[in-house]
């Protein structure tokens, strides 16, 4: 096997099936899909040239839209292939975004 590793600001994601606790209905918009990461690129550069490294880290569990990124097989493993903008949100993550704490459902 030869090693991969994402570049730039994308990631791994291998997508998992999630429990159903809720529903909210908002027209035909498809339900976002959970996923582990499993791999990180180092991070990208603005167009200003400013250098940011990825908010998401190995092991995280992400929200994406089903549709967001590349389907590949990697290792008889399905991933998906996303840029970090793709991630809707980070999973039981104490993440704090412009002074709000997390969002705990």
């Given at each position: 096997m030869i090693p991969?590793?994402?570049i730039g600001d994308k990631l791994f994601v291998l997508p998992v099936e999630t429990t159903k606790i809720g529903s909210i209905i908002v027209g035909k918009v498809p339900p976002p899909v959970e996923?582990?990461?499993?791999?990180?690129?180092?991070?990208?550069?603005?167009?200003?040239?400013?250098?940011?490294?990825?908010?998401?880290?190995?092991?995280?569990?992400v929200l994406f839209s089903q549709f967001a990124g590349q389907d590949v097989t990697l290792s008889?493993?399905?991933?998906?292939v996303l840029a970090e903008c793709d991630v809707q949100a980070v999973l039981g993550a104490g993440v704090k975004v412009g002074g709000l704490n997390e969002l705990t459902l």
């Open positions: 991969v590793t994402p996923g582990i990461v499993l791999a990180v690129g180092p991070g990208a550069h603005t167009r200003k040239g400013v250098f940011v490294t990825p908010d998401v880290q190995v092991g995280d569990r008889d493993r399905d991933l998906k």
